[in-house]
T-cell receptor, first 114, second 110 residues
Framework: DTEVTQTPKHLVMGMTNKKSLKCEQH?????MYWYKQKAKKPPELMFV???????INESVPSRFSPECPNSSLLNLHLHALQPEDSALYLC?????????????FGPGTRLTVL | EDQVTQSPEALRLQEGESSSLNCSYT??????LFWYRQDPGKGPEFLFT???AGEEKEKERLKATLTKKESFLHITAPKPEDSATYLC???????????FGKGTKLTVNP
């Protein structure tokens, strides 16, 4: 089973709202990722957690705050977003290891910021 | 600078018309090359991982190959359900990061 689940599927929020995106995997993977994808563009990496520790932050604005409560869960807390933050937010996970590490993606959360 | 270039940007095929998608890359110390398929509004679906030049992998109508500079995704006798955007990505040694190409949008007409 290579399933990564994400909730919610769709989210509409105002610029003053606080919301969270959730991601879960039960494959025993030790690395988890957040990506942002705009229309007709490839995914852009935002954050990487490796063994529950933040290992990469791609200079993402502080209005996006990641959290990894345990090895199976990954959250992305959203606050004071801008309309240009509207996008498909993708979570991925991988085993975490020395060799080329296949990332498995979830279905995504479609975020609209009004 | 690490780079991945996919060509063509878009490809239209008739059902049954075989073709290939190209992914050229420049990266120091390739750790893996990955092919994904993505349908509109959905997350990328994993297809193949290739690790070293000369490696080939197959799945149904798809076959991926790898050389030291590029990878090909061969589609044999495609069907309309193969229509999607195909993404290529590379990972270099010592990094957890994937570098994606811009993708090839494939349309297969019945």
């Amino acid at each position: 089973d290579t399933e990564v689940t994400q909730t919610p599927k769709h989210l509409v929020m105002g610029m003053t709202n606080k919301k969270s995106l959730k991601c879960e995997q039960h494959m025993g993977h030790r690395a988890m990722y957040w990506y942002k994808q705009k229309a007709k563009k490839p995914p852009e990496l935002m954050f990487v957690y490796s063994y529950e520790k933040l290992s990469i932050n791609e200079s993402v604005p502080s209005r996006f705050s990641p959290e990894c409560p345990n090895s199976s869960l990954l959250n992305l807390h959203l606050h004071a977003l801008q309309p240009e933050d509207s996008a498909l937010y993708l979570c991925a996970s991988s085993q975490g290891g020395a060799r080329g590490d296949t990332q498995y993606f979830g279905p995504g959360t479609r975020l609209t910021v009004l | 600078e690490d780079q991945v270039t996919q060509s063509p940007e878009a490809l239209r095929l008739q059902e049954g018309e075989s073709s290939s998608l190209n992914c050229s890359y420049t990266v120091s110390g390739l750790r893996g090359l990955f092919w994904y398929r993505q349908d509109p509004g959905k997350g990328p679906e994993f297809l193949f991982t290739l690790y070293s030049a000369g490696e080939e992998k197959e799945k149904e109508r798809l076959k991926a190959t790898l050389t030291k500079k590029e990878s090909f995704l061969h589609i044999t006798a495609p069907k309309p359900e193969d229509s999607a955007t195909y993404l290529c990505a590379v990972q270099k040694g010592g990094s957890e990061k994937l570098v994606f190409g811009k993708g090839t949008k494939l349309t297969v007409n019945p």
